[in-house]
């Protein structure tokens, strides 16, 4: 029996990083009748936060790639595997490649073969394995090891590829691997292949493909469908994550609202067999109704909107659309339902600007989101972006994380102000939880929010404050009232301090309770009550018309959420 591994490198040890597509792959091929008394199975998976590797990053600095793949080769050839199917990832490209290399020192006749969307995009690129998978994995590298280990039986090799030491070779005609329907796939959490209580979570995987074509994305040149996996299996998956008592479940579907009535089901059948699993859902804006939100809003989850851009012309160059009236009402119904959600930008796209970018910031941030994730265009291999960006006059790093490094309307300069900005817009709105009184301290400044990070961007930068080092929730209201002191200050409106910093210190404490099952001790000028009532969304009304009552206040989880006493 020849022993097939299966592995990864993580960015981290988390829900979100769970090693899913080197699981499923793995589970196809242990499932398959045939691989019975051919193939015994085994993931293992790496991660960035591993003591070991954390010591070759602080140790090896420029060459810490290269260390971390041999240490990885060393810990797989320990395990004397015939074959070694690697997932790769933009992340973990370059450090996978050395530890192939490396296993072929260690163990000259082991057969190494990769997959994932870095291999589909361009397997011509790859030269450090054997073999190479182009699209979905689960049948053609179960086809491939099968064949290896003496299967005569094995379908047609589509989307398999062999390098021979001088070129690659594809072992079909059809470049990509057929996908497998999925109610044809096994579950790697039924059968026991990955525990996501490992993890602290899981990705739960509720369908494959896209019906939209947004360019920078790898859906983009796939397949303009989306296929969903049984209800039967979902339902056994769910039941499995709620006997483990998984406290968070992060769901796989890029546009999971796309079929309102496959939502309403599933959000029904949520609420019926789980209880107190958090759900972190990807939705489109475009198809939220308030009845939708209010099937939301009777479970405990979050929502992540793409909104990328508020200019719908610089959305047209990548493929998308925004309607911002029915953008704007449709998020309306969110916040009516008390639903938790935030939104996704993109700097550098074609067309845009770093003002465009500002203005973006602006409009996303009336909404109230709860977070707000910025992120630098990635002009990914494979992609329809990929395709059109010399049409874009687009210039991008050739390796990862392949960021644009500059276009006709966004310069190096605006990237990197860009990047600052996006820095300072995370660690005080979204780092800092500030969505509950962000907007009311923006009022009495009369600063559009994308100018006041601009000035936090700079008093960063004049205190040497690192923003990297700035984790810590307390840490960051410090940060926050300090700036904030000063922007008042400058505009002689110190009458407004006790209140502001009473919201800042309650909300704070009732945030990281509910985040992080922290007790906090808060000291307030005003009563809980009236701080936590919207007659404080108005700062100078509040200050002229609330009566100061100093108390102090115990803040505590509890299983309804925060309270306190």
């Known amino acids: 029996m020849k022993k097939a591994l299966f592995t990864t490198l993580l960015i981290e040890k988390s829900?979100?990083?769970?090693?899913?597509?080197?699981?499923?792959?793995?589970?196809?091929?242990?499932?398959?009748?045939?691989?019975?008394?051919?193939?015994?199975?085994?993931?293992?998976?790496?991660?960035?936060?591993?003591?070991?590797?954390?010591?070759?990053?602080?140790?090896?600095?420029?060459?810490?790639?290269?260390?971390i793949g041999q240490y990885i080769a060393g810990v797989i050839a320990g395990k004397n595997p015939d074959f070694v199917c690697f997932s790769v990832y933009v992340w973990n490209h370059l450090i996978l490649e050395e530890a192939a290399l490396t296993l072929k020192?260690?163990?000259?006749?082991?057969?190494?073969?990769?997959?994932?969307p870095e291999v589909t995009a361009d397997?011509?690129?790859?030269?450090?394995?054997?073999?190479?998978?182009?699209?979905?994995?689960?049948?053609?590298?179960?086809?491939v090891l099968l064949k290896l280990s003496g299967c005569d039986k094995t379908e047609?090799?589509?989307?398999?590829?062999?390098?021979?030491?001088?070129?690659?070779?594809?072992?079909?005609?059809?470049?990509?691997?057929?996908?497998?329907?999925?109610?044809?796939?096994?579950?790697?959490?039924l059968d026991g292949t990955i525990d996501a209580s490992r993890y602290g979570g899981a990705l739960w995987e509720l369908a494959r493909g896209c019906p939209f074509k947004c360019s920078y994305c790898y859906e983009s040149k796939g397949e303009n469908r989306?296929?969903?996996?049984?209800?039967?299996?979902?339902?056994?998956?769910?039941?499995l994550f709620e006997s483990q008592k998984i406290p968070q479940v992060f769901v796989l579907d890029p546009t999971y609202n796309a079929s309102k009535e496959r939502a309403l089901k599933m959000l029904k059948m949520i609420k019926q067999k789980t209880h107190g699993m958090f759900f972190y859902f990807e939705a489109r804006a475009e198809f939220i109704d308030r009845e939708l939100a209010r099937a939301f809003s009777e479970i405990p989850c979050a929502l992540q909107i793409g909104m990328q851009s508020a200019d719908p012309e610089v959305l047209k160059n990548v493929h998308r659309t925004l309607d911002k009236k029915k953008f704007v009402k449709n998020i309306g119904y969110?916040?009516?339902?008390?639903?938790?959600?935030?939104?996704?930008?993109?700097?550098?796209?074609?067309?845009?600007?770093?003002?465009?970018f500002k203005k973006s910031?602006?409009?996303?941030?009336?909404?109230?989101?709860?977070?707000?994730?910025?992120?630098?265009?990635?002009?990914?291999?494979?992609?329809?972006?990929?395709?059109?960006?010399?049409?874009f006059d687009l210039v991008w790093q050739q390796m990862p994380p392949y960021n644009v490094l500059r276009t006709p309307t966004f310069d190096e300069g605006a990237l990197a102000e860009a990047k600052s900005l996006s820095q300072a817009v995370n660690l005080f709105y979204t780092q800092g939880r500030a969505v509950s009184w962000f907007n009311s301290i923006l009022y009495p400044l009369h600063q559009a929010p994308s100018a006041f990070f601009t000035d936090f961007e700079r008093y960063l930068k004049a205190n040497q404050i690192q923003v990297e080092e700035c984790c810590d929730p307390r840490k960051i209201r410090k940060i926050q009232k300090a700036f904030v002191q000063k922007k008042f200050e400058e505009r002689h409106l110190q009458k407004l301090l006790p209140v502001t910093f009473d919201l800042i210190e309650l909300y704070g404490a009732l945030s990281d309770a509910d985040g992080e099952g922290l007790k906090s001790t808060v000291h307030l000028n005003y009563w809980p009550d009236d701080l936590l009532s919207e007659y404080a969304l108005d700062l100078a009304f509040f200050a002229a018309s609330s009566r100061k009552h100093v108390s102090t206040v115990k803040v505590r989880p509890s299983v309804n959420g925060a309270v306190w006493e």
């Open 361 to 391: 910031i602006d409009f996303a941030l009336s909404l109230y989101p709860n977070n707000l994730e910025l992120f630098c265009l990635s002009v990914l291999p494979g992609t329809k972006l990929h395709d059109d960006a010399k049409g």
């Open 226 to 239: 989306v296929s969903y996996f049984p209800m039967e299996r979902i339902e056994k998956e769910l039941e």
């Open 105 to 116: 020192k260690l163990l000259p006749d082991i057969i190494t073969l990769a997959g994932g």
């Open 334 to 356: 969110l916040n009516e339902a008390g639903v938790t959600f935030g939104f996704d930008l993109i700097y550098g796209l074609p067309g845009d600007t770093l003002k465009g």
């Open 123 to 143: 397997p011509y690129a790859f030269r450090s394995f054997d073999y190479l998978v182009s699209g979905n994995g689960e049948s053609a590298t179960k086809e």
């Open 15 to 67: 829900p979100q990083s769970l090693p899913l597509g080197a699981a499923c792959v793995a589970s196809a091929a242990k499932s398959d009748p045939r691989s019975k008394d051919l193939l015994q199975v085994e993931l293992i998976d790496f991660n960035r936060e591993e003591r070991e590797i954390i010591k070759l990053y602080d140790t090896k600095g420029t060459k810490a790639d290269y260390a």
């Open 156 to 189: 047609e090799l589509d989307g398999v590829y062999y390098f021979d030491g001088i070129k690659t070779i594809p072992l079909a005609t059809t470049g990509r691997a057929h996908p497998c329907p999925p109610e044809q796939l096994s579950s790697p959490y």
